[in-house]
C-alpha cells in the first residue's frame, strides 16, 4: 500500500526512518564465562524508554539486533539472573554494524515473583498471579469473534448463549486494555460477539487478584489487551476473513512512531450470519406427581448483521519523565435476527391439542463509544517510580425493535404483538495509582479510583386487538434507571527477603447502587462499604521452582440485565427475566500454586477454595397457567474447592502439546419459597492442544475441549466437547500468512439441560449461535516480519 495512504489513515505526515544497522554481542555467566543461550535482548530507546527491538540469544550467547539511528540501552534477561543493562549505546547513521562485546550476567538472589520468556512462537505465558495468552499464536482462533478467542483460554469456558465462566464458576469480570467496557459489563449476552478478534493481542486471566485490582468479579478477572505497538516508523498489519456460516470481514492494526509521538489505529469489520436454536420437552405435574400438561416446543433461529470497529490514539513522549496516551474507540452493529418457535401441546394421554407457531423479526442496533486518557510521570534516579492518572469516559446505546406474528390451530387468525427494548449507558472512571520503590526488594503502591455509571432501560410489549389496535401491555411496559457509584482506595506493600516474596494489600470501596421502576414507582437503594483484603506469598526453591499462596477477598455485583424485570419476549412460554432485588455475592478466595520450569517446557498446579455468600443462582419457575420463568435470587451459600493443571511442553523441536486440566466440587445450600434447592457438584472440563512445525512456513494445530455434566440446584447440566482444527502457512517471505481454522467441527458445543423437579420437568438443547464454522484468513504484516526463534522452555 502506498505510504501517503498508510499516513492519512494514520494522521501522520512524517518520512519513514532511514535503514537499521545490526548489532551483535555474546552473553556469558559471569564467573566461569559460560554462554546463555536462549536469553532475552531487549533495546529500548533512550528517550523515552520504548521497546525498539528485541530478539533471544543462540546456544553460544551470541545476538543479533536490527536497530535504526538513535540512542539506546539494551536490557538482557535470564531465568535465576538479575538482569543486565547496558546504557550509552548511540547509533549514527553513516555507522556499519557495531559489536557491544561480551556482556556478563549474575546470578539472581532475589525470589522470582513472575517470570515470564517469550518468543514469537509463544502461545501462552505462565505466571503464578496470572495467564497471558497471546490471540495471535492461535490457529483456531484467526478471523473469529472475541466470544471465539475466549472458550479457546484455559480455565475461560464461553457456553452457546454466550456465558463466561472461570473454572467453572460465572463472577468474572472482564476488561478492556485494565479498564471497564460498557459492551462486556452490561450482561450482554451478544456484546463479545460483536468485538472482532482481529483487534486483539492478548487474553490475561488473573485468577485471584491482588487489592490492586477492583472487587468486583469473585471468580477473577479476564483482561481483553488490544494491539498496540511503538517499534519506529510505519509497522502493523492487515487481514481478511471468509467463513461458513456468512462470516466476511476485514482489518488492519497500524502504527507510526516518530520521535516524541507514537500513533496507533486499529480497524475492523464484518458481516456474519449464524443458525441456531433448539428443542424443549416441558412436563407440569400435580402435587402426586400424576401429569397436568405437556409441550414440546422447538426454535429455529437465524442471528447476525454487520458490525465494526475503529480506535484511534496517540502516545505522547513530552520528555524522559512525562508520557500523555489518548485513545478512542467506537463501534456499531446492526443485526437482523429472526426466530419461529413451534410448540406443540398435548393431553393427558398424549394425543396432540394443538400446534403454535411464533414468528418473531428483530432489528438490533448498538453503538459503542469510548474514550480514554492516561498520563504517565516517572521520577530521576528511579525509572520504577511511577505516577500515573486515567480518566475514561463510555457511551452506549442499544435499541431492540420486535415484530411478532403467532398462529395457532385453535384460532381464525394470527396475533399480532410488538416489542421494543432501548438501552442507554454512560460511564465515567477516574484513578490515579502511585509506586514507590524503597529499593530493589522493597516498594509500596497505592490509588484511589471512582466510577460514575447510569443506565436506562425501556421495555415496551403491545398487541393488536380486534380492530388490529395495538394496545400496550401493562405488566410489560416501564422503565429502569440504574445508578451505580463507587468510591475506592487500596495499598499494597512488597518486599523480597532472598528467596522470599510477600505482598500484602487492603481495598475500601464505597458503593452506592439504586435500581428504580419509574413508571412502577418501585425503588431499591443499596448502600454499604467494604473492605477487600489480600495477601500472598511466594518461595522460590531454585530458578526454575516457586511456590506461592494468596488470599483475597472479592464480590460480584448482580450485572445489570440480572436486575431488568423484563425479557425479549421472544419465547413467552419461557421468559427470561430479573430482580431488581438481588444483592451482591461475597466470595473469600484461597489458592496456592507450585510453578516448574522444564528443560522443554513447564508445569503450573493450582489447589483453590473459595467461600461464597450470597450465591446468585437462576431458577426455573413453573407458573400456574403452564408457563415458566427464569428468575435470578440471592440463593444461599457455596463451598467450592479444586485443583487446576496447566502443562506445555515441547516434545521435539517441531512438535509442541500443552494442556489444561480442572476438577473442582461444590456444595450448595440455600431455599427459596420455603423449596430446599441444596446441591453438591462434582465436575470437571479440560482441553489438550497439539503444534506441529511441518515446516518453516507450515503450521498445524489441534484442539480438543470437554466440560463433564455436573448438577444444578434444580438438576443437571448435561456434557458437551468440541473439536478444533488449524492450519497456517507463511507466504510472501514472512511477510504474509494464510491461515485455514475449522471450529467446534461435529457441531458439538451444545448446552443440554434436565430439570427434574416434583411439579415440573424439563430436558432442553439449545444453541443461541451454530458453534461449528469455518473459517479462511490472510494476515499481511507491514515491517513486522514474522520471526520464528526457538525456545527450550516452551513459552
Known amino acids: 500500500m502506498p505510504q501517503s495512504l498508510l499516513i492519512l489513515l494514520l494522521l501522520a505526515g512524517v518520512s519513514l526512518p532511514g535503514q537499521d544497522i545490526l548489532l551483535t554481542g555474546s552473553l556469558v555467566q559471569d564467573g566461569n564465562g559460560e554462554p546463555l543461550g536462549f536469553a532475552t535482548a531487549v533495546a529500548y530507546s533512550a528517550a523515552d524508554s520504548s521497546m525498539q527491538g528485541n530478539a533471544t540469544t543462540e546456544v553460544d550467547g551470541s545476538f543479533t539486533l536490527s536497530l535504526g539511528p538513535g540512542s539506546y540501552y539494551l536490557v538482557f534477561q535470564f531465568l535465576g539472573f538479575d538482569n543486565k543493562v547496558i ?22 538472589g532475589l525470589a522470582l515473583e513472575t517470570v515470564e520468556v517469550t518468543t514469537e512462537r509463544s502461545q501462552m505465558v505462565m505466571k503464578l498471579d496470572k495467564r497471558v495468552f497471546n490471540v495471535g499464536k492461535d490457529l483456531t482462533g484467526a478471523g473469529n469473534t472475541a466470544a471465539d478467542i475466549l472458550n479457546n483460554v484455559p480455565s475461560v469456558n464461553v457456553d452457546p448463549e454466550g456465558n463466561v465462566s472461570l473454572r467453572g464458576s460465572n463472577g468474572v469480570r ?87 509521538f507514537n500513533l496507533f489505529s486499529n480497524f475492523g469489520i464484518s458481516y456474519r450470519r449464524s443458525p441456531g436454536g433448539g428443542t424443549d420437552r416441558q412436563q407440569f405435574l400435580n402435587d402426586d406427581g400424576s401429569l397436568l400438561a405437556r409441550y414440546d416446543s422447538e426454535t429455529d433461529q437465524n442471528r447476525g448483521g454487520i458490525g465494526g470497529n475503529f480506535q484511534l490514539g496517540t502516545d505522547w513522549f513530552i520528555n524522559d519523565h512525562n508520557q500523555l496516551t489518548g485513545s478512542l474507540l467506537y463501534r456499531q452493529s446492526k443485526d437482523d435476527n429472526i426466530a419461529t418457535v413451534t410448540y406443540r401441546d398435548f393431553g393427558e394421554s398424549g394425543q396432540l391439542i394443538s400446534t403454535t407457531v411464533r414468528d418473531t423479526e428483530e432489528d438490533s442496533d ?85 466510577t460514575f455509571r447510569t443506565i436506562r432501560n425501556a421495555f415496551r410489549v403491545e398487541e393488536a386487538d380486534e380492530n388490529g389496535t395495538f ?110 432485588t438481588l444483592r451482591p455475592e461475597y466470595t473469600d478466595s484461597y489458592e496456592a500454586g507450585m510453578l516448574r520450569y522444564l528443560p522443554r517446557g513447564s508445569v503450573l498446579a493450582s489447589l483453590y477454595y473459595r467461600y461464597t455468600t450470597g450465591v446468585i443462582e437462576r431458577l426455573t419457575l413453573p407458573a400456574a397457567d403452564g408457563t415458566t420463568i427464569r428468575f435470578p435470587v440471592n440463593l444461599g451459600d457455596r463451598n467450592a474447592y479444586g485443583v487446576e493443571l496447566n502443562v506445555s511442553y515441547d516434545l521435539t523441536e517441531w512438535w509442541k502439546v500443552t494442556s489444561d486440566f480442572n476438577l473442582y466440587t461444590a456444595t450448595v445450600e440455600g431455599n427459596y419459597q420455603e423449596i430446599d434447592y441444596a446441591v453438591d457438584i462434582t465436575s470437571w472440563n479440560g482441553r ?108
Open 366 to 450: 448498538n453503538q459503542n463509544l469510548e474514550s480514554s486518557l492516561s498520563y504517565k510521570r516517572t521520577f530521576d534516579g528511579n525509572e520504577d517510580r511511577v505516577w500515573t492518572i486515567d480518566a475514561q469516559y463510555i457511551l452506549d446505546d442499544d435499541i431492540e425493535l420486535s415484530d411478532i406474528s403467532q398462529t395457532t390451530t385453535d384460532r381464525s387468525g394470527p396475533l399480532l404483538q410488538k416489542a421494543s427494548n432501548t438501552e442507554y449507558e454512560t460511564n465515567l472512571l477516574l484513578q490515579t495509582d502511585y509506586v514507590h520503590p524503597f529499593s530493589d526488594s522493597l516498594k509500596i503502591e497505592g490509588g484511589l479510583r471512582s
Open 471 to 580: 394496545v400496550v401491555f401493562p405488566q410489560f411496559d416501564d422503565e429502569l434507571e440504574y445508578n451505580e457509584n463507587i468510591a475506592a482506595a487500596y495499598f499494597i506493600g512488597n518486599g523480597e527477603f532472598g528467596p522470599l516474596g510477600v505482598q500484602v494489600g487492603l481495598r475500601g470501596e464505597l458503593s452506592d447502587v439504586t435500581a428504580a421502576l419509574l413508571k412502577s414507582e418501585v425503588t431499591n437503594e443499596q448502600k454499604y462499604f467494604n473492605l477487600f483484603p489480600s495477601a500472598s506469598v511466594s518461595y522460590r526453591f531454585s530458578e526454575l521452582s516457586q511456590f506461592q499462596v494468596s488470599y483475597s477477598r472479592r464480590l460480584s455485583r448482580p450485572f445489570f440485565r440480572l436486575l431488568l424485570p423484563f425479557s425479549n419476549f421472544n419465547n413467552p412460554r419461557n421468559n427470561t427475566v430479573g430482580n431488581p
Open 688 to 795: 489438550a492442544a497439539t503444534t506441529l512445525d511441518l515446516s518453516d512456513r507450515l503450521q498445524t494445530q489441534v484442539t480438543f475441549e470437554y466440560d463433564a455434566p455436573q448438577n444444578t440446584p434444580q438438576g443437571r447440566n448435561l456434557a458437551s466437547y468440541a473439536l478444533d482444527v488449524g492450519a497456517s502457512l507463511d507466504v510472501l517471505r514472512g511477510k504474509g500468512t494464510i491461515t485455514l481454522s475449522g471450529r467446534d467441527l461435529f457441531n458439538t458445543r451444545i448446552s443440554r439441560t434436565v430439570i427434574d423437579q416434583p411439579t415440573y420437568r424439563s430436558e432442553s438443547d439449545f444453541q443461541w449461535r451454530q458453534a461449528r464454522q469455518v473459517v479462511l484468513s490472510f494476515v499481511y504484516r507491514l515491517n513486522q516480519e514474522k520471526r520464528r526463534t526457538e525456545n527450550p522452555d516452551g513459552e
Open 174 to 260: 472482564i476488561l478492556v486494555d485494565g479498564k471497564p467496557s460498557a459492551m462486556l459489563s452490561s450482561g450482554d449476552l451478544d456484546a463479545l460477539r460483536r468485538m472482532q478478534g482481529d483487534i486483539i493481542e492478548s487474553v490475561e486471566v488473573i485468577t485471584n487478584p491482588s487489592a490492586r485490582y477492583e472487587a468486583e468479579g469473585e471468580a477473577g478477572i479476564i483482561n481483553i489487551i488490544l494491539k498496540k505497538n511503538r517499534q519506529r516508523g510505519i509497522n502493523g498489519s492487515f487481514g481478511a476473513t471468509v467463513g461458513y456460516p456468512d462470516n466476511l470481514g476485514a482489518s488492519y492494526s497500524l502504527n507510526y512512531r516518530r520521535d516524541q
Open 87 to 108: 546504557r550509552g549505546i548511540e547509533i549514527a547513521p553513516t555507522d556499519g554494524a557495531i559489536d557491544v562485546g561480551t556482556v556478563r550476567m549474575t546470578q539472581s
